[in-house]
């Protein structure tokens, strides 16, 4: 599975639009974009994922780049709840392994 | 919709002891996972069933390391004897299948002293 780099941290305030950027540049063909986060002592909660194509649903938006190497979650309103680690995983689509990085921590500030 | 249910959720023994994990998965998820999570460190796969087999447990420490699903539901991870670095959070995921997404559960959070 290809490996992803994600900034350590970031602030953001509440109300406005978080973009948490990931770097993908290995991503093969067949491996989709996973987005996980992680809320102080929960399981890793999944928000979407995608293959080449933007996605949306209600929690957040995926955007990946045209030529895959990168990818943004976009959080449309942040608010205190969505404090979390935020994980990007590139998985092959029979893949079982999730491979977890160091993740970014988001914090949403008042 | 029930998501992953674990217990307990805290745990703390002495070193030596065993100790066991408990995990019942979505309703009709066939596929089980086990994670262990250090502190600050992401989540990594111990072993994965895919109904009543254990298909990857390349990662499980098999000298102290033991997990059965013998009905293809339930799951337990023992741990026998625990030693100080098995402190961590012991995750359990389901998904419908091989490749489809994984949902995981509260974990436990282990320490041993």
């Known amino acids: 599975d290809a490996k992803t780099t994600q900034p350590t941290s970031m602030d953001c305030a509440e109300g406005r639009a978080a973009n948490l950027p990931c770097n993908h540049s290995?991503?093969?063909?067949?491996?989709?974009v996973y987005w996980y986060r992680q809320i102080h002592s929960q399981g890793p909660q999944y928000i979407i994922h995608g293959l080449k194509n933007n996605e949306t649903n209600e929690m957040a938006s995926l955007i990946i780049t045209e030529d895959r190497k990168s990818s943004t979650l976009i959080l449309p309103h942040a608010t205190l709840r969505d404090t979390a680690v935020y994980y990007c995983i590139v998985r092959v689509a029979q893949g079982n392994k999730l491979v977890f990085g160091a993740g970014t921590i988001l914090r949403v500030k008042s | 919709e029930a998501g992953v249910v674990q217990s307990p959720r805290y745990k703390i023994i002495e070193k030596k002891q065993p100790v066991a994990f408990w995990c019942n998965p979505i309703?009709?998820?066939?596929?089980l996972y086990w994670y262990r999570q250090n502190l600050g460190q992401g989540p990594e796969l111990l072993i994965r069933?895919?109904?009543?087999?254990?298909?990857?447990d390349s990662q499980l420490p098999k000298d102290r390391f033991s997990a059965e699903r013998l009905k293809g539901v339930d799951s337990t991870l023992k741990i026998q004897p625990a030693e100080l670095g098995d402190s961590a959070v012991y995750l359990c995921?389901?998904?419908?299948?091989?490749?489809?997404?994984?949902?995981f559960g509260p974990g436990t959070r282990l320490l041993v002293l």
């Open positions: 309703s009709g998820h066939n596929t």
């Open positions: 069933y895919e109904n009543e087999e254990a298909v990857d």
């Open positions: 290995t991503i093969s063909g067949n491996e989709y």
């Open positions: 995921a389901s998904s419908y299948g091989q490749g489809e997404t994984q949902y």
